[in-house]
């Protein structure tokens, strides 16, 4: 894993939304917002009980990882005083995790940062799992 600064670790764990890139076979694109977790490794993401538009397994963001497993995803901090905008883009692999150790710690840890996964029956839920190959901060602040 790519190293980060101090500041920079900070801002991908405390973060609350991000937004998940992913292509076809075609390279055509497809972004989502998404809630995640960062555990200075991997970022995690739960495809959750919220309403979609199709079963779980058949959402475009899976299908498309299931046919090219490289993303993009972006974090970022938006103000109207520009001079503290930032931002750190992630280029990693990206894998479905369905049962085991891994997919449990996920959902704690996703569990612990948001108080509405407590509420939901994660039982039957996938993971994303993205192993990031590269950080590319950016910002206006001097330790991004």
């Known amino acids: 894993v ?3 600064t101090p500041a920079q670790d ?9 937004h998940l890139a992913t292509s076809d076979n075609k390279g055509r694109p497809h972004v989502v917002p998404f809630c995640y977790v960062f555990d200075g490794e991997a970022i995690y993401s739960a495809l959750d009980a919220k309403p979609k538009t199709a079963p779980l397994r058949q ?6 990882i299931l046919t090219n497993p490289y993303v993009s995803v972006v974090i970022d901090h938006y103000e109207e005083d520009w001079s503290r905008l930032h931002y750190v883009l992630v280029s990693g692999e990206a894998r479905l995790l369905e049962s085991g150790d891994e997919w449990s710690r ?3 840890m996703l569990r612990e940062k948001y108080p509405q996964y407590r509420q939901m029956d994660l039982g039957e839920s996938p993971v994303i799992k993205i192993t990031p190959s590269r950080f590319s901060p950016w910002g206006s602040q001097p330790e991004l």
């Open 2 to 4: 790519p190293k980060l």
């Open 10 to 18: 900070r801002f991908l764990r405390s973060a609350r939304t991000g």
């Open 106 to 108: 996920a959902i704690a």
């Open 59 to 64: 959402l475009r963001r899976v299908r498309n």
